[in-house]
């Protein structure tokens, strides 16, 4: 079989009409004994890796994981297939390949002699198992609009053939996340709704403990089929909510990887000699609106709100160094700005449009609730000015409502809101469609937007990068005129580490596929 080779630059400017994987076909493809991205020299066995993150995640089961808490969840799971942002290609991962020739029709090859960590198969029979999970709506998977259009049927037992209703040259992304992690079958049958909590995989760890809002703990898994990988012995994940004492736990070494958004945390990191490692992501994090809501389903009213935030005053108090946004994605080839961008801020034509909205209303005043992050302090100051600016509107009140981010995520995904700190962030531009689509498996905002929908469409269908790129155009000036979410500044996944930790890769977010990581000490 001839094995073409496929590459998918940060910026799209070629869409991916087959992939290759085997390792061999992989020139220069990261190896164990080779050098790893993010450090050089040869990667020594031995030692714990400590990261800290803001917030925890409400399960482990792979339906939801693999693209809410990718980084929980990959060192127990793995990824079907990896995508090496530096090579800007996809690469072998628990597969050894994923091809096609016209976007419709896919093979995925897996790896022989590969188990769950209970001795189960790592078959083509597990991953239709798991992908019907995906399916299967009483699981409430953010990956189900991806399996909507797909068929698989187990050819035999490292074989599937995968087949779209229309063509889909971005559907390798969803091997590297929404359907990438594959649990074992006999362990969700047998744990049933635990399976969250005691997850099983193949992955380069096991979970060994997971305190709630704590600290999840792995420990290597020694049969693991890419040896000597991982390098590390074990492996914690602390939840830290605020920068600052992220920061101070990486100076006195209660952690050896930080993940933050925050540019001033990383210039002190940086000044204090820690290594900044960075992937620019698409989107950000802003005030989502529910536009089914009986308020703000008014147009008048989003604009009159969009009018009223002030992302530079945001910035300036508590992300000073940070640009703010003119539209959703950030300046780029993607970006043409006569099709829309986001309306500059304009106190009186806001106040015309409150007033004209509370006339038709027959109300003297309108309160919104803003359900937001409780125990994140630079969240908490965020939602305080974002309040009182909306406020400067008379007649406009805003009542806030912090919750766990736990209760917030549910809160998103049920559409219990009126306005919520919400995200949309990720690591390519073909993200967007679980957000924006008005069938989007993500789309907690309620929006429908026919132009939106078809420019999608469009990205996925369309081998012509020309066209691809104008497509997305059009997403973004309607997204950006329409407000279901407003970000106040572009943002980038950082994990800082002193100079002993190489290996990192980052890849989803602000993750990294933990088992490359090592310590140089």
């Not at 020299?41 to 995640?57: E, F, H, Q, S, W």
């Not at 800082?496 to 596929?513: L, N, Q, R, S, V």
Request: charged fraction near 25%; hydrophobic fraction near 35%; charge should be neutral.
């Amino acid at each position: 079989m001839k094995v073409k080779r496929s590459r998918v630059p940060r910026t799209m400017k070629s869409v991916l009409a087959a992939l290759l994987l085997p390792v061999a076909a992989c020139g220069g493809a990261n190896t164990a004994s080779g050098v790893e991205s993010g450090g050089s020299g040869t990667p020594k066995r031995g030692g714990t890796l400590i990261y800290a993150m803001n917030v925890d995640v409400r399960t482990l089961d792979p339906v939801i994981c693999s693209i809410q808490g990718w980084e929980r969840c990959q060192p127990i799971y793995g990824t079907l297939l990896n995508y090496n942002h530096e090579r800007q290609r996809f690469e072998p991962g628990m597969a050894e390949s994923f091809e096609s020739s016209d976007g419709k029709e896919w093979t995925l090859k897996l790896r022989e002699g590969v188990k769950f960590t209970d001795g189960t198969p790592f078959d083509a029979e597990a991953v239709a198992f798991n992908w019907d999970r995906v399916r299967d709506p009483k699981n409430l998977s953010p990956a189900a609009d991806i399996v909507a259009d797909l068929k698989w049927e187990v050819v035999d037992p490292l074989t599937l053939k995968v087949t779209s209703k229309k063509p889909n040259f971005q559907l390798p992304w969803a091997l590297h996340q929404g359907l990438s992690m594959i649990g074992s079958p006999t362990a969700i049958k047998s744990k049933g709704a635990d399976f969250g909590n005691e997850p099983v995989g193949a992955g380069p760890f096991v979970l060994k403990e997971w305190t709630r809002n704590t600290q999840l703990v792995y420990e290597r898994n020694p049969g693991y089929w890419d040896q000597p990988r991982p390098y590390a012995d074990r492996y914690v994940i602390k939840v830290i909510p605020a920068d600052d004492q992220r920061l101070n736990a990486l100076r006195t070494g209660e952690i050896n990887m930080m993940w933050t958004l925050v540019t001033s945390y990383v210039q002190k990191a940086e000044k204090e000699g820690f290594v900044k490692h960075e992937l620019p992501l698409v989107g950000g994090t802003g005030l989502q609106m529910n536009m089914r809501d009986e308020h703000l389903k008014d147009p008048r009213l989003r604009l009159a709100i969009a009018k009223l935030l002030n992302p530079e005053q945001i910035n300036a108090a508590v992300y000073p160094g940070d640009t703010a946004p003119d539209a959703f994605f950030y300046p780029g080839p993607y970006r043409d700005d006569s099709y829309g961008k986001y309306p500059e801020r304009d106190v009186p034509g806001a106040q015309r449009l409150i007033d004209e909205y509370l006339a038709e209303i027959g109300k003297d005043s309108l309160t919104l609730r803003f359900t937001t992050y409780a125990g994140i302090p630079l969240l908490e100051q965020v939602a305080q000015l974002m309040q009182a600016q909306l406020q400067e509107a008379k007649g406009l009140k805003v009542e806030l409502v912090p919750v766990d981010s736990v209760t917030l995520s549910r809160d998103i995904a049920a559409r219990n809101y009126q306005m919520v700190m919400g995200a949309a962030l990720i690591q390519q531009h073909d993200g967007i469609y679980k957000f924006f689509h008005s069938k989007g498996s993500q789309n907690s905002t309620g929006y429908a937007n026919p132009k939106v929908d078809e420019a999608l469409e469009r990205t996925r269908t369309s081998d012509d990068p020309e066209e691809v790129r104008k497509a997305y155009q059009v997403v973004n000036g309607e997204i950006s005129k329409d407000g279901p979410l407003r970000i106040w500044r572009y943002q980038a996944g950082r994990i800082m580490t002193p100079k002993y930790i190489k290996g990192i890769e980052i890849t989803f977010m602000a993750a990294t596929p933990i088992e490359k990581v090592w310590i140089d000490k």
